[in-house]
């Protein structure tokens, strides 16, 4: 099974997200609902297995046969940016994978109100962007630091797992860490950020009490 060719399939459909699970056929998620690839069998946990590893690093994979879980990008050619995930379910490897916009939409495509320009380019302070999945918090995140990069001479840090958007260097320089090839956690990367002289931390999640209590202070 070719995972590239499903990505493919899955973005000509306006696809948001590809599901493989064993003993199901490839599923993608169309303006929130899951829909059957067709011309595809149930899966294999081997289909599975194979598509894992085409689109990972040989460290990729070491990490996740240790933890059993991994979250990780993927860039292709004509779609974008990939967030995955791959994890353990009845003893096979399933895959959930994000497509994302080729492009970083603009505060005013995502009809966002007037504040989130106003709050990125405040001095000081907390933002803080939540919401359920697939709401589009990292949309918005990455909307309002290209608003930054297209306007202000700044220093731009993120910390994600894994980088989704890519942001170039416009008027910013943005920095993108991403945990496992660039650092060790969030909190590890928190605690050595401020030397690297920011005027803006985007911290992608916060996973425990340890990065918030560095995210306060």
């Known amino acids: 099974m070719d995972v590239i060719k499903l990505i493919y399939e899955a973005e000509e459909k306006k696809g948001s997200d590809l599901h493989l699970v064993a003993q199901s056929p490839p599923l993608v998620r169309v303006r929130g609902d899951l829909e059957a690839l067709n011309g595809y069998e149930q899966l294999q946990p081997a289909d599975i297995k194979t598509a894992f590893e085409q689109l990972t690093t040989h460290e990729e994979r070491e990490t996740f046969y240790q933890e059993w879980e991994l979250d990780f990008g993927y860039s292709l050619d004509g779609v974008g ?36 320009q106003k709050l990125v380019t405040k001095p000081r302070g907390l ?23 297209n306007t202000e001479s700044k220093h731009v840090v993120t910390i994600e797992d894994p980088i989704e958007y890519v942001h170039p260097c416009i008027k910013c320089a943005v920095t993108q860490r991403q945990l496992g090839s660039d650092t060790l956690s969030f909190g590890h990367a928190l605690k050595h950020v401020l030397r690297q002289n920011p005027d803006v931390i985007m911290v992608g999640e916060m996973r ?3 990065t918030a209590a560095a995210v306060l202070t």
């Open 208 to 210: 425990d009490l340890d």
């Open 127 to 149: 933002v803080i962007v939540t919401g359920p999945t697939g709401s589009g918090k990292s949309t918005t995140l990455a909307a309002m630091i290209q608003h930054l990069n």
């Open 81 to 116: 940016r990939l967030r995955c995930n791959a994890a353990m379910q009845r003893g096979a490897i399933s895959l959930a994978i994000r497509l994302l916009p080729p492009n970083i939409p603009t505060i005013s495509e995502l009809e966002l109100p007037d504040i989130c």
